[in-house]
Structures are given as C-alpha cells and as structure tokens.
C-alpha cells in the first residue's frame, strides 16, 4: 500500500536511571529531562520530535485508590494543566502488552502539573478520575496524527508520598518495573506506522440477537427485575455483562430459578424437557429462541413423527445443537465432520433426513452434507438452508475482503460459533485470523509489518466494539478505513407476545 511514510518512534525519558533502565530497548531512547521545561526545551530543540511517535516512560505519582506502587499506569489521555487533552488511543493495546510480562496495569487519565503534586493537587486530580501524574508527558505530545503513550511506574501514592524514607526502595522497585516494561514498549513502537483497515460487511449484530436482547430488555421493562435467564442470552461476555447491569440474573438450569419468576429462553433454544421444567416451577417463560432456530426444531419434529432418523450437522455441545436434539433424542445422530459422516449408520437407510446448526461454516456443512448425501441417496433436505441468512452472509462478506488483508481480526467471544467460523473461513482462505473478545485482546506483536488488517465481528458481537478496534488502530498510527457496499439486511423478526 501507499501512504504516510512510517517514522521511527522514540521513547522520551526525564531521568537517566529511568534511561538505563531501558537501556535493552531496541527503540531508540531520548532524555528530555525533569519538569514541563526541560521536556518543552527537548520538544522545540528536536523540531518536535520530527513528528515521530511518541512513547513517554517513566516513573509517575499514583493518584487512584487503587493504583499501588510499582503498579503501571497507560494514559488513556493526558490532562495538560490549562484543561486541554491529548487522547492515547492506542493504551487497550498496550496495556494487555505489559500485563504478559507480569505487570499490574490500570489504564486512565495521566495528568501533567508544572509542579510536583502535593497531597491538595492530588485530591483535586483523584476528584476527576486521574490515575498518575508526572510533569512532562504533555509538553511531549507530537503532532495529533502521529501515535502518542504514556506508561508510568508509580513511586509514591497519597498513603506513600515521596518524602518518606521508604521512598528509595519504592523507587529502585519501580525502576526495576520499568526494566520488564522493555519488550512491551518495544512492542508498541515495531506496530506504530500507517496502515489500511478493510471493514467486512455486513457484520455485528444480526436480527436474531437484537430480537433476543431486545426481549430481555422488554422483559425487565415490562416485569422490573430480577429477570432470570437461562444460560448466555447471546454468545457475547458484553451483552451478557450489560444486561447484568440492568438486572438481568443468568442461570445455568430451571432449577436455579424461583418459583413463580419471569424466565427468558435464549437465543439457542432449548428442548421440551426444558420447557417442561419450567412449566412444573410455574415460570412465566418468555422465548427469545431466534425463529430460524425454531424452524430447524420443527424440522426435526416433522421427520421424527414419521421414524426417520435424522442427522444433525453440528458441534454436539452447542447449546443449539443440545435443544435441538431434545426434540426426538432417540431418532438424532449428530454429525460434527466428514469423518462422522462417513461411517454413521441409520434404522432405515430409506428414511433419512438431515438439518443444520445455524451457525456452521457454509463451505464446510456443505462437504458433510455431501457426504451423507453420497451415502443415503433418499436422503431428505431442508426445504430451505438451515444455516442462518447472518451467518452465510458474514461469512461471504470475509471472503470478499480476505484476498486484501495480511490479517484479519474476528471481534467475538470465545464462546461464540458463527464468530469462530470466521476466522476459519478467513484461515482456509490463506489469511492469518484471529479471535478477540475486545480490543484489548489484540497481541500487538502481531501488528509488527502488517499494513493491511480485515476486521469483522460475530453476529453476537455489539457493533461498538468494531468502533472500539478501529479507534485502538488509529492510535497506532495514520489509519485508512474501507468498507465495501453491500445491501443492507432489512430482515426483522417480531417480538414474543408476552412483550410485544
């Protein structure tokens, strides 16, 4: 790609022992010296650091309650002393850097005083969220294009001040801190440069999880809480934890449930033995079951009243694959490979059918289903794919920009199907891909040389993540975001009666 010329970094330093300190550094280390002038001096004698990026490191006073030292601090800002802000957006990134090298990290707010903070400036700076001080990060900012971190180790908090005699252990524990710090910066400053991001489309949410969420929403309006809410309403760690928030209590099984309570089936499904549990507790039961997930139920059902066996195409243990298999357990074989398809066996070779998980790669249920197909040539289809519209479509839409990319990142959590299929299509395309939950799960070791990054997200994934990741790129350097046209998806499903 063309595009802004990468810089090399420089990591800006005020004392010499925090200089020898990093001393293994690979990147290039700059004394400014102590206090807002000698760092502006430093600034304004290198014609602003040549527009470099920009990694201040050091030692720092603690300001948060929290913040211990020998703790380090990332700036997700810095507070300059006339109320301006230089945002980092990169610290996400960072920040989970440091922590693989055994370090306690917090991220937030880093204020830069003219002056050492004493005990009054401290407790006005805690009032507004700041979690260290120094005096020199903000005379340090470069050009607001060009990537900008602070990382500070903390010698003294409010209840360990400076002028104590433990300062000088707290310090050479610090600096010895700093030291371990020096791959991680290292880190940062291989990943800064201009890079190109190709935005996957469609992706995030899909009309079955905003259905689901939206059920569980209506649910604590229409109900108050506590809403119960049997397993992940979605396979998304944030939409579960905001939902919490609101009063949302999620369960493992029926039993977990008080009597009488208001429970919400999630998005997976669930069997009729479930269903029954509920029923026997006298649970007022809303079903959020996504309604192409409904469909491939009653598929089943269909074939199981008139003995066939049927094969579901599946991971067995999916909570979707769990509920489907509920409906007929004595008539489902499930079918997780090519290999389960070649040698599974039926009552009647004659009467056979197959159905699909929803979420499945399409590229791959398809083989499987040839294989069953070869094998069982009476074999009955669904009258429509069972794979969802979502899922087929995310899946084609990291087709699309793979051939582009040197990376591609899968916004999802662990625990999510149709998001781990996308990162599989993207490897079987030839493209190294790989999982993250949020953005702070990027390993920047990773971005090292990589110009070119898909990104995409699950259809549990909340769209502000993708907003999360990208700004986190930003800070990395100069960022050119692409997003191909496509037709919207316009599917909508309609609410349960009980919160419609």
Not at 7 to 17: M, N, S, T
Not at 197 to 205: E, G, I, K, Y
Not at 236 to 261: C, I, K, M, Q, Y
Request: glycine content about 8%.
């Amino acid at each position: 790609m063309t595009g802004p010329r990468r810089l090399a970094p420089v990591i800006c330093v005020a004392l010499g022992a925090e200089r020898r300190a990093l001393r293994g550094a690979r990147t290039a280390v700059l004394r400014v010296g102590m206090g807002p002038r000698r760092a502006a001096r430093a600034f304004r004698a290198s014609y602003g650091l040549g527009g470099r990026p920009v990694l201040v490191a050091g030692v720092g006073g603690g300001i948060g309650s929290d913040v211990r030292p020998g703790d380090v601090v990332v700036a997700t800002e810095v507070r300059d002393p006339d109320g301006g802000v230089r945002p980092c957006p990169s610290a996400p990134l960072l920040a989970t850097e440091l922590r693989r090298h055994g370090l306690v990290v917090h991220l937030g707010p880093v204020a830069s005083e003219r002056r050492v903070a004493g005990r009054a400036a401290r407790a006005r700076l805690a009032a507004t969220g700041v979690l260290a001080v120094d005096t020199e990060s903000a005379w340090l900012a470069p050009a607001p294009d060009q990537p900008f971190a602070v990382v500070r180790v903390v010698v003294d908090t409010a209840r360990e001040p400076l002028l104590r005699p433990g300062t000088v252990g707290r310090g050479v524990r610090a600096l010895q801190r700093l030291r371990r710090a020096v791959p991680a910066l290292d880190a940062w400053a291989a990943a800064v440069g201009p890079r190109e991001v190709r935005l996957a489309n469609p992706r995030s949410f899909c009309a079955g999880v905003e259905r689901a969420i939206d059920v569980v929403d209506r649910a604590l309006e229409r109900f108050g809480a506590p809403v119960y809410v049997r397993r992940q309403i979605v396979h998304n760690t944030h939409v579960v934890r905001d939902l919490e928030r609101r009063g949302a209590v999620f369960v493992a099984e029926v039993d977990e449930v008080p009597r009488g309570s208001v429970l919400v089936f999630a998005a997976h499904g669930v069997s009729p033995a479930v269903r029954a549990d509920a029923a026997a507790r006298d649970l007022r039961v809303v079903d959020a079951t996504c309604p192409l997930v409904t469909k491939v139920h009653a598929e089943v059902r269909r074939h199981s009243a008139r003995e066939a066996t049927v094969f579901l195409i599946g991971h067995a243990d999916h909570e979707e694959v769990e509920g489907t298999v509920g409906e007929a357990p004595a008539d489902v074989v499930v079918v997780e490979d090519v290999a389960a398809a070649a040698r599974v066996t039926a009552r009647d070779a004659s009467n056979v059918a197959y159905a699909m998980q929803t979420t499945l790669a399409v590229d791959e249920a398809t083989e499987i289903a040839d294989v069953l197909r070869s094998r069982f040539p009476a074999i009955a289809a669904p009258k429509s794919d069972d794979i969802c519209y979502a899922t087929t479509n995310r899946q084609r839409a990291v087709r699309d920009i793979a051939p582009d990319c040197d990376l591609l990142l899968v916004v999802g959590s662990p625990n999510s199907s149709n998001s781990l299929r996308l990162v599989e299509v993207a490897q079987r395309e030839g493209v190294p891909a790989r999982l993250v939950d949020h953005a702070g799960e990027v390993d920047l070791r990773m971005l090292a040389g990589v110009r070119r990054i898909g990104v995409t997200a699950g259809a549990s994934a909340p769209p502000a993540l993708v907003d999360d990741l990208v700004g986190c790129l930003r800070g990395l350097g100069p960022l050119t975001v692409v997003e191909p046209a496509t037709d919207p998806e316009i599917l909508r499903f309609t609410l349960p009666k009980e919160v419609s």
